[in-house]
């Protein structure tokens, strides 16, 4: 007769819907709301246990119930394991398990509805206990029709006639809570569901949770884990309602193709009755297999939509919740319809974002990153023994590689389980059904069906579109390596992996190492013109980001390069001055001209709103100021971005990257001046650009422009050069929009190379007295990315992928200059 305190839990994860305080225990709001006959419509332990304390007479004869049911099953448990221990009750566990499930049956709804959940609690009961209380999904018996009626008429407070014109005789189906008739409005055409309460389930469901408090002593282990979540918020539709159309609205809002979910007429529900929009349709695991095939697949989409994007998921979709009809709009093709959303689950920012983390990580079986996303999902404790727990990791998740994934789990995983100080938090339960009922039925239709791999390409086109810190980070995770000097450089192969992934076309592994290959291109992979095109949609803006502040590392290392190959040969080209056996007087010997130093002018950064600053500097001084040597680990930067580009556009690209390309002094010419006419480099159709690439065309193609050239050879060249005529011709193909993206893309880094170059002409070329002339003495920072190359001067502001003064991009007028320069 002890008091036993109400169960709480950090997050129950159940949503309320209702608004503050629906579900809560009434102790935070004032009193709870009551029934007609002071019944707690809302689970209070302490209003129920007082209305019960009042109520003997019925609450003895529910605990008579319970104890005649129940107390014969624990003297057979306590006998088997007193005469045989632990061995005798593991042989006797499949009998155990099927009395356990027809007291559950005779107990009634509120213990029909425990065993539903915990039939997906590999973490609490056997497999044997997990396949009885499975049974309970679907047996569950009707009332009778007449009290339905009375419900429904007591509900809306009239005659059924005035409100319906026909309502069927028999349920159309029947759950533990509630069943549901088709109906016609009243005076109209529209056929609608109506869901009706079983009789007096409130105080049913009310004394069971009296009883299981009262009986915590000797159920504490399944009250612990089933109570938090067991609220009589379940019984009052209009909590259901209010999830049916939050579920609508977000679906239309995330703009999810071919799923339905039927609308609510709210002025018609109450408590115990719910009127919704009759759809005519067929089970979805009673469909054909393709049909099922191609519903399982917008439903996953769905699913993982509520998941990972919107953090509210439908929490029981068995299959009599998910049915097959006629799209509206075509009615030659199938839509996917939703329906029951008494149990719906939020989940917080935060753990979505583990989620995907831990997706992505499972995908490439990256274990000890995984540990740290299930200490963060709460699944292993912190001070877990990692050395223990990442080796039994493989063991434990395989099963998910293959088809079946969770209906692949045996009584060899649950013994690896069993050595793992694992738990399961109480929403993983609500995501555990969902998961298990889903695959199911998608196995009905693809055999072959592994939930890892179809979930991954919803998972990186979220990383793709996402622009969040989370997002960021994960994406960066899967497409950076880390290098043999520790740094980190962008894996083309990982690019191109993750591109085909958002359509839908996955890398395989083959030997079953991992889920998903990240480092191997798929055979049927997206065209290059796709990926462009995908590229600078709005669904990559995350990868754009990523890909921009890397184009800008990348870009600076690379001109780096080129400028000092080229500029080496420029004066290794300059007259040698004569060898003397002598020194000459004052001077010694003569200084060669890479040596000598001469009038320049330093262009200015935008933020300073100064003109070129006159400077004295030797050629090998401005060399070294506009393109600083590389360090070992840019050189290898350099590298795989110059095989990257072999592999993917041909030996011309690799041989530009490289600096390898000789440039005609005329076009560099004329680029340059247009750089210092603006201030700004010029990108898109800029005539000094196609002055340039013209260039660079004619000398990467001598043959093919030779008249009289081989055609062997000609072919030979214009084969090498397949990759940039594909290029060419997918930014040919660009709508206005996506051209638009390119420029301003291109744009932005421009401006950030340039940023990057007068930085370094400042701080190389320039006094601490000059560069402090008209600055306000703060620093400048200019940020780029890939070779992790950052500069700084005396002058204001930060600089990140553009050039900003007080936040506004400026041009500089060097008209002047350029005459001079003339």
């Known amino acids: 007769m002890r008091g036993v305190d109400a169960p709480t839990v950090e997050k129950s994860y159940v949503s309320k819907g209702r608004g503050a305080g629906a579900g809560d225990d009434a102790s935070a709001d004032g009193p709870a709301a009551v029934d007609a006959e002071g ?43 007193i005469t045989g221990g632990a061995a005798e009750l593991s042989k006797n566990e499949a009998s155990l398990a099927r009395d356990a ?172 009755v719910l009127v919704s929009e009759w759809i005519d349709g067929t089970k979805l695991s009673d469909c054909p297999k393709d049909e099922i095939r191609e519903l399982i697949g917008v439903g996953q989409e769905c699913f993982l939509v509520q998941l990972l994007q919107v953090g509210f998921f439908h929490s029981d979709p068995h299959p009599g919740n998910l049915m097959k009809m006629a799209s509206r709009e ?35 079986k990256d274990y000890p990153a995984l540990v740290d996303d299930f200490i963060d999902l709460k699944i292993l404790p912190d001070d877990c023994d990692r050395a223990k727990v990442i080796p039994l990791m493989d063991k434990a998740l395989s099963p998910y590689s293959t088809a079946g994934g969770f209906q692949a789990m045996t009584q060899d995983l649950l013994t690896v389980l069993n050595d793992i100080p694992f738990s399961i938090p109480p929403y993983f339960a609500l995501l555990g059904r969902a998961v298990v009922t889903l695959e199911g039925i998608a196995l009905i239709g693809n055999p072959d069906y592994r939930l890892v791999m179809e979930a991954y390409p919803f998972v990186a086109r979220k990383l793709l579109r996402e622009d969040r810190p989370a997002a960021q980070r994960a994406l960066q995770e899967v497409l950076y390596a880390s290098t043999v000097g520790g740094g980190n450089i962008l894996q083309g192969q ?54 921009e502040r890397e184009a800008i590392g990348a870009a600076d290392v690379l001109l780096r390069q080129g400028a000092r190959k080229s500029g080496g040969r420029i004066i290794a080209a300059l007259p040698q001055p004569p060898s003397l056996p002598f020194d000459l007087p004052f001077v010694g010997k003569l200084p060669k001209p890479e040596d000598l130093p001469g009038p320049i002018l330093v262009p200015r950064s935008a933020a300073s709103g100064l003109p070129p600053t006159p400077a004295l500097a030797s050629p090998n001084e401005v060399l070294d100021a506009i393109a600083p040597r590389l360090t070992r680990e840019e050189e290898l930067f350099a590298i795989s971005l110059t095989d990257l580009a072999r592999g993917s556009l041909g030996d011309d690209a690799a041989v530009v990257l490289s600096g390898d390309a000789l440039l005609e002094p005329e076009a560099v010419a004329s680029l340059l001046l247009g750089v210092l006419a603006t201030g700004r480099t010029p990108v898109g159709d800029s005539p000094q650009l196609a002055a340039l690439a013209k260039s660079v065309r004619e000398r990467l193609l001598p043959a093919a422009n030779a008249a009289d050239a081989d055609a062997d050879v000609a072919n030979a060249a214009s084969g090498a050069n397949d990759g940039f005529e594909e290029l060419s011709a997918a930014v040919r193909d660009l709508t206005p929009e996506e051209s638009a993206v390119l420029s301003a893309t291109a744009q932005s880094v421009a401006d950030a190379l340039w940023a990057k170059l007068v930085a370094r002409m400042e701080e190389g070329l320039l006094s601490p007295e000059q560069r402090g002339a008209g600055a306000s003495g703060r620093s400048t920072t200019v940020e780029g990315g890939g070779g992790g190359v950052a500069a700084n001067a005396a002058n204001g502001s930060t600089i990140r992928g553009g050039v900003e003064v007080a936040g506004e991009a400026v041009k500089t007028p060097l008209e002047p200059v350029v005459a001079m320069a003339r």
């Open 39 to 81: 019944l707690p419509l809302v689970y209070d332990a302490a209003a129920i246990q007082a209305f019960w304390a009042k109520q003997g007479g019925a609450l003895q004869r529910r605990w008579g119930e319970f104890l005649s049911l129940s107390v014969p099953f624990l003297t057979r448990v306590a006998t088997l394991s």
């Open 494 to 547: 990982r690019l191109a992996v993750m591109l085909n992934s958002a359509m839908g076309v996955v890398a395989r592994d083959q030997s079953e190492g991992a889920f998903v290959d990240l480092d191997t291109i798929p055979e049927d992979s997206i065209s290059l013109e796709t990926g462009v095109r995908y590229l600078l949609s709005e669904r990559a803006e995350s990868l754009r980001k990523v890909l």
């Open 330 to 364: 075509d009615p030659s093709k199938n839509t996917l319809v939703i329906l029951d959303f008494g149990l719906m689950a939020s989940i917080e920012q935060s753990d979505m974002d583990t989620m995907v983390s831990s997706i992505i990580h499972l995908a490439n």
């Open 101 to 272: 499930r027809v007291i559950i049956e005779k107990l009634g709804p509120t213990y029909i509805k425990a065993g539903q959940m915990m039939s997906v609690r590999p973490d609490v009961l056997p497999q044997a206990a997990l396949d009885e209380l499975a049974i309970l999904q679907d047996a569950v018996k009707p009332f009778a029709t007449t009290t339905a009626i009375e419900t429904i008429e007591a509900e809306l407070g009239g005659a059924l006639g005035e409100f319906f014109d026909e309502i069927s005789e028999a349920p159309v189906a029947a759950a533990s809570l509630a069943q549901v008739y088709r109906a016609k409005l009243a005076g109209t055409d529209t056929y609608v569901a109506v869901k009706v309460q079983r009789p007096e389930i409130l105080s049913t469901v009310s004394k069971d949770l009296y009883v299981l408090r009262r009986a915590a002593e000797v159920y504490q282990g399944l009250i612990e884990r089933f109570a938090p979540q067991q609220r009589t918020d379940y019984l009052d539709f209009l909590n259901e309602a209010d999830n049916q159309q939050r579920l609508r609205d977000l679906i239309a809002a995330e703009k999810v193709q071919g799923v339905y979910v039927p609308e609510v007429y709210h002025e018609m529900c109450t408590r115990r």
